[in-house]
């Protein structure tokens, strides 16, 4: 009996040293740094960015979770001074003011406890240029030990949030608002549609010139043809390789039977599908925003993404005729098993 106790001890131990030798390849340290230039001058930016009371409009987190709770203990512009907030989708989690160099340098310890902990030092350093200011937001931290296969992820997500937070920071600087609201509607049923459109592979670091140029020529065929509903689409064919992707840009179409005259035209069709629904209102530059509240909200819930059916987005109404970016409206749907 003694014999095979032994046998599955020795079994457990080996596959324990396997797991923290495994864990031991990974480091537990990450550092992420990202940049944008703002048209004001470092003194108007250093005060914007030590006051906390501006920081929900910007700030990448609390964009995505509209059922998030902030709490402030200072202004921003004192030692100490604390930015908390706790969200059923982005956890619990500050921003501790530790140093500042005055129209230069911002210092904060950063602490998050839910839904795991994550320590780093944050800064927003300043700099002077011919457009305004140039802001460089830099990371650098420690994850715990039995979430070190997961630095890779972490860095991504860290990165992807710190884009997003600066396009609204330079639009919060240099408009007064941020037109980037997300609304989380959950798991639904998409009905399908069908399309005309055009699809197109371009590489990875073209995306957005190349996306603009086929909306352009997409919205000239709506122009051309009276006939259409007005709500456009656009499908992620292809994301997920680092040099190329396949994009699809396309507007509704009543009757699949029609033809079309189109330079590159193509008639297809989404079909009845499961997806997190996410519906956003602004700027179409902070689309983002919505995707990652998808993904977060896949993740946090346990959904399972369907890999073999392509997120996609689409537009309600027409900017030409929405002057604000306020009410421009966009529904994402991530598909789901």
Known sequence: MKKPLITITLFFLLITTGVISWLFSYKNTYSVTQKITVSTSPQKTFRILTNYNSWP???????????????????????D???????????????????????????LNF???KPFEIHSIVEFELTGTDEGT??????KGTVPFFYRFKIDQIKRVI????????LMLKDYIEEGSVAAQVIINGPTQFNGLTFV?????????????????TIEDVNNWLVANTTFPEEGVSIYNQMNTEDSCVYTIGIRINNPKSTFPY???????????KAIKVTFKGKY????????TAYAYAGKYKYSIDADRYPFEIYLNDPAFFPDPHDWMTEVYLPIK
């Open 81 to 107: 001074d604390k930015f908390n907030w706790r969200g059923p989708l982005i956890g619990e989690a500050h921003f501790q003011l530790v140093d500042q160099k005055i129209d230069k340098k911002i210092v």
């Open 111 to 113: 602490l998050q406890t």
């Open 263 to 273: 330079n590159g035209a193509i008639v297809d069709s989404i079909a009845i599908t």
């Open 159 to 166: 990165n992807d949030d710190y884009a997003r937070g600066l």
């Open 197 to 213: 459109g055009k699809r197109v592979t371009c590489d990875k670091k073209q995306l957005s010139n190349s996306m603009s140029e």
């Open 57 to 79: 409009y910007w700030s990448p987190w609390i964009n995505m979770d509209s059922e998030a709770k902030v709490n402030i203990h200072g202004m921003g512009n004192s030692i």
């Open 134 to 139: 140039e802001v460089t937001w830099t990371t």
């Open 285 to 292: 530059k902070h689309l983002q925003n919505a995707w990652s």
